[in-house]
């Protein structure tokens, strides 16, 4: 059994890298990309590329519009899988999570800030892209909810940007840089929730397999890297990832 044989590799490994995308948090209720139905089913990527953001003050106006409606800025709650992860944190089995996810939910769940990188950059947060000031993004919702249509900076006026990476964006180097050292430097290496098609962060598994870590799948549909994994996993995550640590509990010796 899958879930058996990814216990045992856990209850192994010393240094796990834990990688998610948006189907970790579907069970919280936020739609992933590319599944039928998925956020990518409704609105058109090339509308969210940072050209498109700082071209005009309409084209920001209709992003506004857009993230206010859309469930990228919803408070949701972690799910089953999220906690099992903070969970592999406090048996001292996590490195870090490397997560494509803007939604927060690992930090949530109780995985310490600093374990949490986060490729893709966190929707609660807005930057000014003058003054560089960071504001919740909750306040800037309140303004938009108030009637303002395009949130300026309170302190300067400058054009406000969710802390998201948008297409086109150049990823967090330093959170780049530092993932990439961690993946390659694991045992083992867990995928969950991503179809892994968008690079550089789809890179990150092929650098632990390729530095001799072992590689694990969670995903409910078949990925390019499945062939390369120890494990996979086509069952979903929350389920999944209970089970798994149900029996690393058993196996752990109660010494420890
Ligand atoms: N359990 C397990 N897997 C799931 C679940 C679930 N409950 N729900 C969905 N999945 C799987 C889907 O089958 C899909 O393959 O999660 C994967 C999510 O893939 P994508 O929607 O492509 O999301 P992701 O891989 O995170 O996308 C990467 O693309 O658009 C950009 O910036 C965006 O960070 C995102 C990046």
Known sequence: METELLADLIVAGKKVVVFTGAGISTESGIPDFRSPGGIWSKYDPDEFTIQKFLSSSEARR????????????????????????????????????????VDNLHQEAGVPHDKVLELHGNMRWVVCLTCR?????????QMI????????????????KPDAVFFGE??????????????????????????????????????????????AIINLTPTALDRYAAV??????????????ESVRKKIPLSR
């Not at 206010?68 to 906690?83: M, R």
């Not at 996979?232 to 640590?245: D, F, N, P, Q």
């Open 62 to 101: 209709k992003q506004w519009k857009m993230l206010t409606k859309s469930s990228l800025t919803t408070e949701a709650k972690p799910n089953l899988a999220h906690y099992a992860i903070a969970e592999l944190n406090s048996l001292g089995k996590l490195d870090c999570v490397v997560t494509q996810n």
């Open 170 to 215: 150049a990823l967090p180097e330093e959170t780049l840089v530092d993932a990439t050292i961690r993946s390659q430097n694991c045992d083992l290496f867990i995928v969950i929730g991503s179809s892994l098609v968008v690079y550089p962060a789809a890179y990150m598994p092929m650098y632990a397999k390729d530095a001799g870590a072992k590689l």
């Open 232 to 245: 996979v996993i086509t069952r979903k995550a929350g389920e999944t990832m209970s089970k798994v640590m």
């Open 145 to 160: 909810e108030q009637g303002t249509e395009i949130p300026d900076c309170p302190n300067c006026h400058g054009i406000l």
């Open 133 to 141: 000031r960071r504001f919740p993004m909750k306040e800037v919702l």
